[in-house]
């Protein structure tokens, strides 16, 4: 599938904004399963000065500089990109979970990508006894690590309400827990830091998932949003293979990567610093459509 991604947001000041830099995390991933077509980020106003690297886990990152001042500010992303990930087949279960713990603390790679890089704890992804306890009702002795994985984002799915004022981007990852509620960043937090808890390797992912409008209804012009969901390793096999709590899937052709990290810190879409003494307003305006589909 190819999809035509758009993601526009917008900063509104109450006072001039001096100075702003940005970094931009909006270049989707290219990997095996994804291939990126092209890509461009317009900044209004235009940057002094912009700078591109590759970061820690291979996402691709912009930095830019404005020293106009302003009181508002647009970035807007537009990719085109073709996903040919793999639906996970029948029988495609996987080792029990207790191997796949030992495979991951055994080996010894040091990729970017490797296992090892996703087991310890982080400020945002914390091991916590009653996080880890949680997850442990799902990963029973023997049980395959598909099998528990899946149970357990069903469960998360059941289990709490998805609230979008219930929580912020800072909010700990045991706050949403205690309260049963919160967004996707919320329940991916909460299932990595479950999942480290025993021993396995999960990494938190930042892309886009594929919706579609109810029947008969046209798709309303950003009506998308940015989602998250959890990469969790399972074993040498298998490779890593996505888990989306919130809407209790394993991610196949309908969900399109940005940058994957070990939490929300590594991978925001948009991070950075603006000098100025009044209040921001943000708006975000996403759109994923299918190349086969009218577009808005």
Known sequence: MIYRLRHLTTYSYSKPVTFARCALRLSPQQSQAQSVLGSD????????????HIGQFGE??????????????????????AVTRPALLP???????????????????????????????????????ALTAYVADEFTPGRSIVEAAHALSRRIRNEFAYDPDSTSVSTPAIE?????????????HIM?????????????????????????????????????????WCGHGLGWIGFDPTNALIVAGDHIVLATGRDYADVAPIGGVVLGPGDQKIDVAVDVIPADEDRP
């Open 192 to 232: 990595i830091a479950g999942l480290r808890g025993l021993g396995l390797p999960a990494a938190y992912v930042s892309g886009y998932i594929r919706t579609l409008p109810p029947p008969g209804q046209p798709r309303l012009e950003g009506a998308d949003a940015t989602h998250a969901w959890v990469d969790l």
């Open 91 to 129: 029988g495609m279960a996987g080792p029990a979970w207790e191997t796949v713990r030992e495979e991951a603390f055994g080996s010894m790679s040091l990729d970017a990508h490797g296992p090892a890089q996703f087991l310890y704890p982080t400020v945002m992804a914390p091991v916590h006894a």
């Open 60 to 81: 691709r990152v912009i930095t830019a500089i404005i020293e106009a001042p302003h009181r508002e500010l647009q970035i807007e992303a537009v990719s085109d990109v």
């Open 176 to 188: 949403a827990f205690r309260a049963r509620r919160g967004v996707c960043q919320d329940f991916a």
């Open 41 to 52: 980020i317009t900044i209004r106003p235009e940057p002094s000065r912009t700078s591109r």
